[in-house]
């Protein structure tokens, strides 16, 4: 049962432009969003969170966008720099687990 | 502030040989986790730890698969008898649970992982 289900699987984006990737969740026990962020051989590395009180959370150039009742989040980067080629995992946390989805690989071309 | 260091970096070991990862949290951080990464995937949880108890393990893969944190410090993680389907990405989390305790997710920070292969 794959309880986070992220889309797209790759994004290719121009420098400068929106980056979107979005993920549904089907357990409602979930009180944890957050998105990491994985250069290939490296750890994932927390990028924002959310917690389902609110719909929105903005962190420079990085939003979370939260939909409780349709059981949604996205992830939107502005301004997409080559730099933020990397692949981008959502996640849905509950007590000390997190389940994860199964990562959107983005590349920001020049 | 020292991140999550995992040693080693990388295994490469011959079917049906024991290995052991070693995962050094962030100082202070009471809670430990340890995950699982195959390629194309996300993260799939496995165990975790508070201080020095074990208080989630049937995620665990196998009766191959067990860990440690004998202090409270730092964490192992073996695989006894490998066989070709453990090659994966072997992850360590921290977080820290305040004395206000509750029930809500922690923030977890990763380490850079050991990956594992096994011939």
């Known amino acids: 049962q794959q309880q986070v289900k992220q889309s797209p699987q790759s994004l290719i984006v121009q420098k400068g432009g929106i980056s979107i990737i979005n993920c549904a969740y089907e357990?409602?026990?979930?009180?944890?969003f957050p998105w990491y962020q994985q250069f290939p051989g490296k750890g994932p590395a927390l990028l924002i969170a959310?917690?389902?009180?609110?719909s929105e959370k903005k962190e420079g150039r990085f939003t979370i966008s939260f939909n409780k009742s349709a059981k949604q989040f996205s992830l939107h980067i502005m301004d997409s720099q080559p730099g933020d080629s990397a692949t981008y995992f959502c996640?849905?946390?509950?007590?000390?687990?997190?389940?994860f989805g199964k990562g959107t690989k983005l590349s920001v071309i020049p | 502030d020292t991140g999550v260091s995992q040693n080693p970096r990388h295994k490469i070991t011959k079917r049906g040989q024991n290995v052991t990862f070693r995962c050094d949290p962030i100082?202070?951080?009471?809670?430990l986790y340890w995950y699982r990464q195959t390629l194309g995937q996300g993260p799939e949880f496995l165990t975790y730890?508070?201080?020095?108890?074990?208080?989630?393990k049937s995620r665990l893969l196998s009766d191959r698969f067990s860990a440690e944190r004998p202090k409270g410090s730092f964490s192992t993680l073996e695989i006894q008898r490998t066989e070709q389907g453990d090659s994966a990405m072997y992850l360590c989390?921290?977080?820290?649970?305040?004395?206000?305790?509750?029930?809500?997710?922690?923030?977890?920070?990763f380490g850079p992982g050991t990956r594992l292969t096994v011939l």
């Open positions: 989390a921290s977080s820290r649970r305040g004395l206000a305790g509750g029930t809500s997710t922690d923030t977890q920070y």
């Open positions: 357990n409602t026990a979930f009180d944890y």
């Open positions: 959310i917690r389902p009180d609110v």
């Open positions: 996640a849905g946390g509950r007590a000390v687990e997190l389940t």
């Open positions: 100082s202070e951080h009471n809670r």
């Open positions: 730890f508070q201080n020095e108890a074990q208080l989630e």
